[in-house]
C-alpha cells in the first residue's frame, strides 16, 4: 500500500512539474495557448476528479510561490478542469470523442472562470497576439467582460480541445503494462 502512496504522489508530482514546464514555455513563446493543464487531465482521467483537482491546484500554487503569485487564483481553473475531466471520465470511457466533447466544454467553462479573475489580476489583457482582439473588441464598445471573454473561448478551442486529445493520445499509445490498474494494482 506505500508503495502505491508512493508511485501515485510520483506520478503526480511529474503531472505538476509538466504542467509548470508547458505553462513557461507557452507564456514563454506568448503562443496563445496554455497547455498548463496537460498533467491535470492526464491524472484526473487516470486517477479520478479529486486527484486532477489536486494537481490542478499545486500547480498554480507553486507556480504562484515560484514565478508570480497572481498565478494562484487562477488555480480555480485548473481545479475545474480537474474535475470536470475526472467525472466525465469516470462516467464514459475516455475516447477521442469523450476528449473532444470535454475540451469543448472546457472551452467555456475555464474563460467563464478565469476572465473574471484575469479582468481583476491583468484588467483583461494577457500578454499574447489575443490582445489586439481584446483592445479592438473594447473600442468598438464591447464591456470589458466580452472583451476579454471572446479571445479566451478561442484560444480555449484550441488549447483544451488540444490537450484532451494529447492525453487521449498518450493513454492510448501507453503499453499494456503501464495502464492505470497494472501499475498500482489496485483501485485508488
Known amino acids: 500500500m506505500r508503495d502505491k502512496k508512493i508511485s501515485l504522489m510520483i506520478f ?3 503531472a505538476i512539474a509538466l ?5 513557461i514555455v507557452t507564456s514563454s513563446l506568448k503562443l496563445p495557448l496554455y497547455l498548463d493543464t496537460i498533467g491535470t487531465i492526464f491524472v484526473a482521467v487516470y486517477f479520478g476528479p479529486w486527484y486532477g483537482a489536486t494537481v490542478g491546484a499545486l500547480t498554480n500554487i507553486l507556480t504562484g510561490i515560484i514565478f508570480n503569485p497572481k498565478d494562484i487564483p487562477f488555480l480555480l481553473v485548473n481545479v475545474a478542469v480537474g ?11 475516455w475516447s477521442l470523442v469523450s476528449s ?5 466544454v472546457l472551452s467555456v467553462v475555464c474563460p467563464l472562470i478565469g ?3 484575469g479582468i481583476w489580476m491583468y484588467g483583461g489583457l494577457t500578454g499574447t497576439g489575443s490582445d489586439f482582439l481584446f483592445l479592438w473588441l473594447q473600442k468598438v464598445g464591447n464591456t470589458i467582460f466580452v472583451s476579454s471573454f471572446i479571445p479566451k473561448i478561442l484560444n480555449n478551442l484550441l488549447d483544451k480541445i488540444g ?6 493520445l498518450l493513454i492510448t499509445s501507453l503499453p499494456k503494462q503501464f495502464t492505470r490498474d497494472k501499475l498500482f494494482n489496485s483501485n485508488m
Not at 19 to 23: E, F, K, T, Y
Not at 83 to 93: A, E, M, N, Q, T
Not at 100 to 104: H, S
Open 12 to 14: 503526480c508530482a511529474i
Open 19 to 23: 504542467n509548470i514546464v508547458l505553462g
Open 83 to 93: 474535475l470536470i475531466v475526472g467525472f466525465v471520465s469516470k462516467k464514459f470511457k
Open 100 to 104: 473532444v466533447i470535454t475540451g469543448l
Open 115 to 117: 476572465t473574471p479573475i
Open 163 to 168: 490537450s484532451c486529445v494529447l492525453v487521449w
